[in-house]
C-alpha cells in the first residue's frame, strides 16, 4: 500500500528528560522518524521537553516546543498546531502513555487528529496486563502464572498459591521501577506497597518467579496488510531475574537449536499478529534451559531500547521502517537503506555477534544498592561488534570506560576464594568479573552454572579468554597486528552493500573499509563520540558530535565517526561518511587512524570520553583539530593551570593536590573548613566532596584510595557564591559568548545538578564586563579553537574561576537552541581555520532573545535504591529539560513542571503541607521560606531544631519526632500520611543510608513527595507557587521561530 | 592442522583443519542461516557440495539427531569460521568436530568466511577443493574439472516404502527429502509411500494415491539424466492428481509443464529470503536452499529481493521453490500444506 496522502502535519512526541530506562535511543527513534516524515514531504511538531536532542533541531522539525509532556500541555499544543495526525510508538513510554490518555480521553477524535502506528486496542491488549493475559490465552500462548493485584492482600493470597518468591511488576511504570522480587510474605508486603505506590494506576502484578530461565528477545516488525518479520534475536547473558537493560546482552541468540529458536520467532509473530501492532515491537520470552517449556514474559508495543541495539546490531532501521509503515507502506515497499537494492521485508542475517554492555552508576553512587533485580539501574550501554563471543565482550569491557582492559577486576584479587564463590550468590554490577575471577581460581564451568545459571556456553567463553589470558587485542601485546575492518550489512555478505558501517576483528583477509577509503577524494576526519550515557556525559555530546559532524560534510571533508553507544543518533549509519562501532580506547582508535590517514581528530565534543585522548593521541603524532592537546592539558594538570592562573592575575579557590590522608588533614586545616574534595581528572564530579571536618576527609580518602586512584587527590578551599556558567567560542582572535549562564543553587551543587538560568538574572553590566574579560584572557591564553566552558563562583564581589574544559560542555545545546548561535557548527569551522568574523560573528556576548530559558536537572532516585537524594559536588542527575518563558517566574515554572515537580497550591477540599528539616547553617534562611508556604496556605512541618526555629519567628508548626525516637508518629509516618506536599531536607553529613536524613529523603523518593535539599532549589520552588502560573495560562513558545 | 581451499579462479585460502582430515572437491555455496546448521549438513539438496556458513560460530548447541533431516551428511565439505568446542544446549549430544569425523566429511575453519561469500557472490558459484597441504597445479585443475552427475540417484531411497499409515494416501518421490516433508504430512493424517525417483508413473498410479508429492533434491533439474523423470511427471499431472511439488520438486514439474530453468548466480540459502504471494500481495519469510529457478511468468510467489519465480500454481497441483516445511528456518508457510491437503481431500472424495 503506497502512503497515506491524508496525512499532511503529524505531532511527534519525545521521551523527555534521560532517565534510567528511557536514554538516547528515542532521540535516535525520534529523529529518524522525522526525517522520514520529511522525506514524504509530511509537517512535523514536534515536542520533547529535552533540548539536548537532535529532534528538536530546526533542520528535523518544522514546529519545535521544548515544553514539558504534560497532558494538557500536549492539548494545547495540538489546539494550536492542528495536526492531522500524532505519532506514538517512537517516543518511549512517556510519548505512549500521552498518546493513549489522549486517544481514551476521546480528545483526539474530537480534535480530528489520527494516531497513526498501533491502533489503541492494539496498545491496551499489550499494555494492560490483564487484557495481554487474555488474549495470549487466547491465542494459546503460554504466559507466567500472575494475578494482577490492586491491593497487597491480593498479592499476598495468590503467593500462598503459587509459593514463593514472586515477582512483582508495577504497571505503566519505567524501566520495571518499583518492581523486585521476594523471597517471604514479609518481602512481598513491603514490595507490593511500594510497587502500588509508583504505579499511576495503583496496579501490580504478582507473578511466579521462573528466575534462571533463559531470557530472549525478538525484534519483531509488522504491516498493517499483516506482514510480520523478525528483525532481530537477542539472547541475555543474566537468565531472568535481571532486568533485561541491566543484562549483558547477545545478538543474535547463541544457544537455541533451531527448533528453539523457531518456536520462540513463531510465538512472537503470533503475538504481533494477535495484538495487531503496527510498526516496531519487542517480545520478552522466557525459556526453560532444559525443556520447550516457555513463557511470554512481555511486549512493548513500540519501539524501544532493545529496538535501537537490534538496529545497531543488525543494520535495519527499525524506527525509520515503523515510520513508513504508521504513514501507510507496507514492508515489501520500503528499500533496505543497507543494500539499496532488497526491501524491508527480510530478516536481517548476521555474520558476526553483537554484545551489549550496561553501563551502571555505581562507581559514582558507592552507598546505592548494587544489586541487579527486576528494576534497571544501569544509565547506559556500550555495544561490541566482532566475530566471536569472545572478542567482542572484551570489546564492550574496554569501551564501557570502567578503566579495565580486559576481565580482571583488581578489586576482586584479594578477595578469598570463599568470599567470591559468596559473591557468585547476588548478581550485581560486577557479576561479569566475579565469573571470571571464579574461573580463574579454578571453579568449575558447571559448578558456576548451578550457582548462578548463566549458560554454560557464556561461561565457556570466558573460560577461552583466561585460557588464552587475552587481555586486551593483540597489537597491545607488540605483535602490532593490524586489525581488519568488516562491514555490518544486514545480509551476511548475500548482497552488496551501500553503507560504510564497520567493526574490526583480529583475524581475516579482507579489509573492508580500504576500498572506501581509496576511492575517498576528500580531505578526512575522524570525529570522536562520548561513548556510554552515564552520569555526567549525557546525551548532549552525542547531540554535539553529530552537529560537528553534519558540518564537516558540509564543508567538504569525509568524516569518520568512533563510537560505541548504540542509543545515538551519532552511530546511525548515516550521520557520517563512515562509522566504527568500536571502542574509544587509544589503540582501537589508532588502528583506525592508521587505516583512515586522517588530516585530523576532533576531540572536543565528544565529552571527556574524547578529550581524554586528545593528548594520547598526539604523542602519537596524530593532528588534534581544534584547541591543541597541550592546552587541554593545562586545563587539566593542576599545577599548570594554578600557574596560568596565576600568570593572567585571576584568581581561583585556593587549594591543594594531596595524595594521603595526613596530606589531606593538614591542606584542610591550611584552608579552613568547608574544603573540597575531588580526584584530579574528574568527570561529572566524580567522588567529588565537600568536607565539613576531618571525620568527613577520612572517610574520602578511605573510598578514594580503596579505588586506586592513581592520580593526587585535590582539595580546595570551598567558596559559597553564586555560580555563573559560561561557554564561548573563540579563533584565537575572537571569543564569542553565546550566553552567560546563572545557577540558582550556590556553589556546593555540582553544575550538572543546579537549576541553570540563561540570561543570568542577577548580574550587573561591571560582572558581565568582567567575567568577559578574564573569559577572553583564559581564551587566548590557551589559544583556544573552537569551544571553551569555565565556571565562575562570585564571592564577596570578585570573580573566581573554578574550572575550565576546552571544549563543548553540557549546556551547548541548550544554549544553542535558546540564542540561535549554532555553536557546535561554529565551533567546528573555527577549529578548522576561520573566522568569527568571516562567519559572521564578532568578539562579545551574543544578542539575547526575548525569552528566558531554564535548564532543570532530573534525577532517576527512585530507581537507585540507598543512594542519599541530598544534592552536593558530586553530580547526580541523569537527565535535563528545559522552560521557556517570557520571564524567570514562567521558565522556571515550566521547567519544574517539565521535570516532574508537582506545582500545586492547596485548595479548599484538600489541604497541603511542607515538612521542613534544615541543617544549622540553613537556618537563617529558612524562615523566608516557610513564610511563603504559609502564605500560600500551606501547614508547616518540621523536625524539633527546624521548628523551634520557626516558632521563635511566630509560625505555627507542627513538630515531629525522628524515626529512631518514636515508631508511631515520626518523619516516616507524617510522609506516608499524605498530608506533605514538599519537603525540604538539608543536611550536612549525607551519603551514608543510615543517617535519618537521609532515611526521609528515601521516603520521599519512594513515596513520590518533591524533596529539596537546597535552600536555593526550594526558594525558586516556592517563588514559581507564588507566581501564579499554571499549565493553562504559559505561552507556548515554538523555537523553531524564536531566533530567526 | 593447516588446510587449504583452493577454488577454481585459483584464489586460496589457509586455515584449519576440522572433522575428518582429508581432501574435498565440490561447488562451494554460502548458507546464511544463523541457527539450522543441523538441518544444513543432514540436508541431501547439499548432496556433493562445500557449505560455507556465514555465520561465523556454527556448532553452539552441539548435534542433536532428533533434528536431523537424513541420516547422513549431503555435504562433502563444511567450511566455517569458528566451530563450538564446547557447546551447550539440553538436548546436544556431541560437538560439530566429531560429527563431521564420524560421517567421513572434511571441515575447514578459521579463514575469512565472509571474504569467501563475498568472492562467491560476486563471481557466482564456483567450485574448491580442500586439501592438507599447500594447493598444487593439479588441485585447481581437479577443482575446475569437477562435476557431478546423477546426483538425485545417490540421495534417492532404494526401495517402496510405506512410512505412516493415515486417511489419505501420498505417493512421495523422493529425489532426496527431507525428513520435514513426511513429518509435515504424518501431521495431517497421511498414509506416505516414500518411492525411488525413477518410479515409473504406471507404478505410481497402482498406488492410487490422493496426492503426490515432489520433495526437494540436489543438482540441476534441466540435467539429462532427469528428462525421465520429467516425463513421469507431466504423466501423474495428466492423470489429474494434486501434485504438492517443494523445491527440486517445483523445478522438475515445471519442466514438465513446458517452463524452463536457470542457474542463479549464488543461489538462495538461508533462512531469511522473502517470497510474495501473488494473489494477496502477502510477504512470508522462508527457509531456501537451492541453485536454480524456474523461469516463468505467472509465478504465485515471488522473491522480493531479486524477483525470480518461487512457486507455480497449476490448479489442481502447484509447486513452491522455497521450503515450507522449513527445519532449518521459519515455520511461516507451513500452511501451503494444508492447502496440498485441502486438494488432496477433494481429490480423494472423487
Redesign the interface.
Known amino acids: 500500500m503506497p502512503r497515506d496522502k491524508a496525512i499532511k502535519k503529524v505531532l511527534v512526541i519525545g521521551s523527555g528528560p534521560i532517565v534510567i530506562g528511557q536514554a538516547a535511543e528515542f532521540d535516535y527513534a525520534g529523529t529518524q522518524a522525522c526525517r522520514v516524515l520529511r522525506e514524504d514531504g509530511i509537517k512535523i511538531v514536534l515536542v520533547n521537553s529535552n533540548p539536548a536532542t537532535i529532534m528538536t533541531d530546526k533542520n528535523i522539525a518544522d514546529s519545535i516546543y521544548i515544553e514539558p509532556l504534560t497532558l494538557t500541555t500536549i492539548k494545547r499544543i495540538i489546539e494550536k498546531e492542528r495536526p492531522d495526525s500524532i505519532l506514538s510508538g517512537l517516543g518511549g513510554q512517556t510519548g505512549l502513555t500521552l498518546c493513549m490518555q489522549l486517544a481514551h480521553e476521546g480528545f483526539l477524535e474530537k480534535n480530528g487528529v489520527r494516531l497513526l502506528g498501533s491502533s489503541p486496542e492494539a496498545i491496551d491488549k499489550s499494555e494492560d496486563r490483564q487484557i495481554f493475559k487474555e488474549t495470549m490465552m487466547s491465542i494459546g500462548q503460554p504466559v507466567i502464572p500472575s494475578v494482577i493485584a490492586n491491593d497487597v492482600q491480593t498479592a499476598v493470597d495468590f503467593a500462598n498459591e503459587t509459593g514463593y518468591p514472586i515477582i512483582v511488576r508495577p504497571a505503566f511504570t519505567l524501566g520495571g521501577s518499583g518492581g523486585g522480587i521476594a523471597k517471604d510474605e514479609a518481602a512481598l508486603r513491603d514490595i507490593a506497597e511500594n510497587g502500588l505506590a509508583l504505579s499511576p494506576i495503583s496496579q501490580i502484578l504478582a507473578e511466579k518467579s521462573i528466575a534462571g530461565w533463559k531470557e530472549i528477545e525478538f525484534e519483531v516488525m509488522r504491516d498493517r496488510?499483516?506482514?510480520a518479520?523478525?528483525v532481530c534475536s537477542m539472547e541475555n547473558f543474566d537468565p531472568v531475574g535481571v532486568h533485561t537493560g541491566d543484562s549483558i546482552v547477545i545478538a543474535?541468540?547463541?544457544?537455541?537449536?533451531?527448533?528453539e529458536?523457531?518456536m520462540l520467532?513463531?510465538a512472537s509473530?503470533a503475538i504481533i499478529q494477535a495484538l495487531g501492532v503496527e510498526g516496531g515491537c519487542n517480545c520478552q520470552l522466557a525459556l526453560h534451559?532444559?525443556?520447550f517449556e516457555y513463557a511470554v514474559i512481555e511486549v512493548n508495543p513500540r519501539v524501544s531500547r532493545s529496538s535501537a541495539l537490534a538496529s545497531k546490531a543488525t543494520g535495519y532501521p527499525i524506527a525509520k521502517v515503523a515510520t513508513k509503515i504508521a504513514i501507510g507502506y507496507?514492508?515489501?515497499e520500503i528499500p533496505n537503506a543497507v543494500t539499496g537494492?532488497?526491501?524491508a521485508?527480510?530478516?536481517?542475517?548476521?555474520?558476526?555477534?553483537a554484545v551489549k554492555l550496561p553501563k551502571w552508576p555505581f562507581d559514582k553512587f558507592v552507598y546505592a544498592q548494587k544489586e541487579l533485580g527486576t528494576q534497571m539501574k544501569a544509565t547506559g550501554e556500550v555495544m561490541a561488534i566482532s566475530?566471536?563471543?569472545e572478542s567482542a565482550i572484551l570489546k564492550a569491557v574496554r569501551g564501557a570506560e570502567l578503566g579495565l582492559d580486559g576481565l580482571d577486576l583488581p578489586r576482586l584479587s584479594d578477595k578469598t576464594d570463599a568470599q567470591i564463590c559468596e559473591l557468585l550468590n547476588t548478581v550485581t554490577d560486577q557479576r561479569l568479573f566475579v565469573l571470571y575471577e571464579a574461573i580463574k581460581r579454578g571453579v568449575s564451568?558447571d559448578d558456576l552454572h548451578i550457582i548462578t545459571k548463566v549458560?554454560?556456553?557464556f561461561l565457556?567463553g570466558l573460560?577461552n579468554i583466561k585460557a588464552a589470558s587475552v587481555r586486551r587485542f593483540p597489537r597491545l601485546d607488540g605483535t602490532a597486528k593490524q586489525l581488519i575492518y568488516?562491514m555490518v550489512d544486514t545480509?551476511?555478505?548475500?548482497?552488496?552493500a551501500q553503507t560504510p558501517y564497520f567493526y574490526s576483528i583480529e583475524?581475516?583477509?579482507?579489509n573492508e573499509a580500504l576500498p572506501f577509503i581509496q576511492r575517498s577524494n576528500k580531505p578526512r576526519i575522524i570525529v570522536l563520540g562520548s561513548g556510554p550515557i552515564r552520569i555526567g556525559q549525557g546525551i548532549e555530546f552525542d547531540y554535539a558530535c553529530v552537529h560537528c559532524v553534519w558540518t564537516l560534510r558540509s564543508i567538504g571533508y569525509e568524516v569518520i565517526v568512533i563510537n560505541n553507544n548504540p542509543e545515538t543518533v551519532s552511530t546511525d549509519f548515516d550521520t557520517a561518511d563512515r562509522l566504527y562501532f568500536e571502542p574509544l580506547c587509544l589503540d582501537d582508535v589508532m588502528s583506525i587512524v592508521d587505516i583512515e590517514k586522517p588530516v585530523g581528530v576532533i576531540a572536543s565534543f565528544g565529552g571527556g570520553t574524547a578529550i581524554k585522548l586528545a593528548n594520547k593521541l598526539h604523542e602519537r603524532g596524530v593532528k588534534i583539530i581544534g584547541t591543541s592537546a597541550d592546552s587541554i592539558d593545562i586545563c587539566e594538570n593542576r599545577e599548570r593551570f594554578d600557574s596560568l592562573l596565576e600568570q593572567l592575575g585571576i584568581k581561583r579557590p585556593r587549594g591543594f593536590s594531596v595524595t594521603t590522608e595526613a596530606e589531606a588533614l593538614s591542606a584542610a586545616e591550611r584552608l579552613g573548613f568547608p574544603v573540597l574534595m575531588r580526584p584530579s581528572y574528574v568527570l561529572g564530579g566524580q567522588n567529588m566532596i565537600i568536607a565539613f571536618s576531618a571525620e568527613d576527609i577520612r572517610e574520602y580518602m578511605k573510598i578514594i584510595l580503596r579505588q586506586r586512584q592513581e592520580n593526587p587527590v585535590l582539595i580546595d578551599k570551598y567558596l559559597e557564591g553564586r555560580e555563573i556558567e559560561v561557554d564561548a567560542i573563540c579563533d584565537g582572535t575572537d571569543v564569542l559568548i553565546p550566553g552567560i549562564m546563572e545557577h540558582i543553587e550556590r556553589t556546593g551543587i555540582h553544575s550538572g545538578d543546579s537549576i541553570a538560568v540563561y540570561p543570568a538574572a542577577n548580574i550587573n553590566a561591571e560582572m558581565t564586563a568582567s567575567i568577559f574579560t578574564i573569559t577572553e584572557k583564559i581564551c587566548k591564553a590557551l589559544d583556544t579553537r573552537g569551544l571553551i566552558n569555565i565556571q565562575y563562583v562570585l564571592f564577596d564581589g570578585e570573580v573566581y574561576v573554578i574550572e575550565v574544559n576546552p571544549r563543548a560542555s553540557r549546556t551547548v545545546p541548550y544554549i544553542s537552541k535558546v540564542t540561535g548561535v549554532p555553536m557546535c557548527e561554529l565551533a567546528t569551522k573555527v577549529s578548522l581555520g576561520e573566522s568569527l568574523r568571516g562567519l559572521g560573528y564578532s568578539s562579545g556576548i551574543a544578542k539575547i532573545p526575548p525569552y528566558v530559558a531554564v535548564k532543570v536537572p532530573v534525577f532517576s532516585f527512585e530507581k537507585l535504591a540507598g543512594l542519599d537524594t541530598h544534592l552536593g559536588p558530586e553530580m547526580k542527575s541523569t537527565g535535563e529539560v528545559l522552560g521557556i518563558g517570557r520571564n524567570l517566574d514562567e521558565a522556571l515554572y515550566k521547567g519544574l513542571v517539565a521535570a516532574g515537580y508537582k506545582i500545586e497550591l492547596p485548595c479548599s477540599s484538600k489541604g497541603a503541607g511542607v515538612f521542613l528539616t534544615v541543617r544549622d547553617s540553613d537556618k537563617a534562611e529558612i524562615g523566608d521560606i516557610a513564610a511563603k508556604f504559609a502564605q500560600l496556605g500551606f501547614s508547616l512541618y518540621a523536625t524539633r531544631g527546624t521548628a523551634r526555629l520557626l516558632e521563635s519567628r511566630g509560625f505555627s508548626v507542627t513538630a515531629v519526632e525522628k524515626i529512631y525516637k518514636c515508631a508511631e508518629n515520626n518523619t516516616a509516618t507524617l510522609l506516608e500520611s499524605g498530608k506533605i506536599n514538599y519537603i525540604i531536607s538539608t543536611s550536612e553529613r549525607g551519603r551514608d543510608p543510615a543517617f535519618d536524613d537521609v532515611k526521609i529523603r528515601r521516603k520521599a523518593c519512594t513515596l513520590g513527595i518533591p524533596c529539596l535539599t537546597s535552600i536555593d532549589t526550594a526558594t525558586a520552588l516556592v517563588s514559581s507557587l507564588l507566581s501564579g502560573y499554571g499549565e493553562d495560562n504559559t505561552e507556548l513558545v515554538d523555537i523553531a521561530g524564536l531566533c530567526n | 592442522m593447516t588446510a587449504y581451499l583452493a577454488l577454481e579462479n585459483g584464489l586460496v585460502?589457509a586455515g584449519a583443519s576440522f572433522g575428518s582430515q582429508k581432501e574435498a572437491t565440490g561447488e562451494v555455496v554460502?548458507a546464511?542461516?544463523?541457527?539450522?546448521y543441523?538441518?544444513t549438513l543432514t540436508d541431501p539438496s547439499y548432496y556433493g557440495q562445500i557449505i560455507l556458513q556465514?555465520?561465523?560460530?556454527i556448532g553452539?548447541?552441539g548435534v542433536?539427531p532428533e533434528?536431523f533431516e537424513s541420516p547422513a551428511i549431503g555435504a562433502r565439505a563444511y567450511i566455517v569460521?569458528?566451530p563450538?568446542?564446547?557447546?551447550?544446549?539440553?538436548?546436544s549430544d556431541g560437538i560439530i568436530d566429531t560429527f563431521l569425523c564420524k560421517h567421513g566429511i572434511t571441515g575447514l575453519c578459521?579463514?575469512?568466511?565472509?571474504?569467501l561469500?563475498?568472492i562467491i557472490?560476486n563471481h557466482g558459484v564456483m567450485n574448491g577443493r580442500i586439501t592438507l597441504t599447500p594447493p598444487t597445479e593439479a588441485d585447481f585443475a581437479l577443482a575446475k574439472s569437477h562435476s557431478l552427475s546423477d546426483v538425485i540417484a545417490a540421495v534417492s531411497c532404494r526401495a517402496v516404502t510405506k512410512t505412516s499409515e493415515g486417511t489419505y494416501r501420498i505417493a512421495l518421490l523422493d529425489f532426496g527429502a527431507k525428513r520435514g516433508i513426511t513429518t509435515e504430512l504424518k501431521k495431517r493424517d497421511c498414509e506416505i509411500w516414500t518411492l525411488p525417483f525413477d518410479t515409473p508413473a504406471a507404478e505410481i498410479a497402482k498406488l492410487k494415491p490422493h496426492g503426490i508429492m515432489l520433495s526437494n533434491g540436489p543438482g540441476d533439474p534441466s540435467a539429462p539424466e532427469n528428462a525421465p523423470i520429467v516425463r513421469t511427471l507431466k504423466a501423474l499431472y495428466d492423470m489429474g492428481i494434486p501434485i504438492f511439488g517443494i523445491c527440486l520438486g517445483h523445478q522438475l514439474l515445471a519442466l514438465a509443464m513446458g517452463h524452463k530453468t536457470m542457474k542463479l548466480k549464488?543461489g538462495h540459502r538461508?533462512?531469511?529470503?522473502?517470497v510474495?504471494e501473488a494473489s494477496t500481495?502477502?510477504?512470508f519469510?522462508t527457509s531456501q536452499n537451492h541453485g536454480y529457478a524456474v523461469i516463468a511468468k505467472n509465478s504465485s510467489f515471488i522473491n522480493?529481493?531479486d524477483g525470480t519465480c518461487e512457486g507455480l500454481d497449476y490448479g489442481g497441483s502447484f509447486s513452491v521453490q522455497f521450503h515450507p516445511e522449513?527445519?532449518?528456518?521459519?515455520?511461516?508457510t507451513g500452511f501451503l500444506f494444508d492447502r496440498f491437503m485441502e486438494r488432496v481431500s477433494i481429490y480423494a472424495k472423487g
Open positions: 496488510a499483516g506482514n518479520i523478525i543474535p541468540t547463541v544457544t537455541l537449536a533451531d527448533k529458536y523457531q520467532r513463531s509473530l534451559p532444559h525443556s507496507t514492508l515489501d537494492t532488497t526491501f521485508a527480510f530478516e536481517p542475517s548476521l555474520d558476526y555477534v566475530d566471536t563471543f564451568i549458560d554454560r556456553w565457556s573460560y568488516k545480509c551476511g555478505g548475500e548482497f552488496e583475524n581475516g583477509t579482507e | 585460502f554460502f546464511t542461516g544463523m541457527t539450522g543441523l538441518e556465514t555465520f561465523p560460530l553452539n548447541y542433536i533434528d569460521k569458528e563450538c568446542q564446547a557447546p551447550s544446549n539440553f538436548r578459521g579463514i575469512d568466511t565472509r571474504a561469500t563475498k557472490r549464488f538461508g533462512a531469511n529470503q522473502p510474495k500481495g502477502r510477504v519469510i522480493v529481493n522449513a527445519r532449518g528456518g521459519p515455520l511461516d
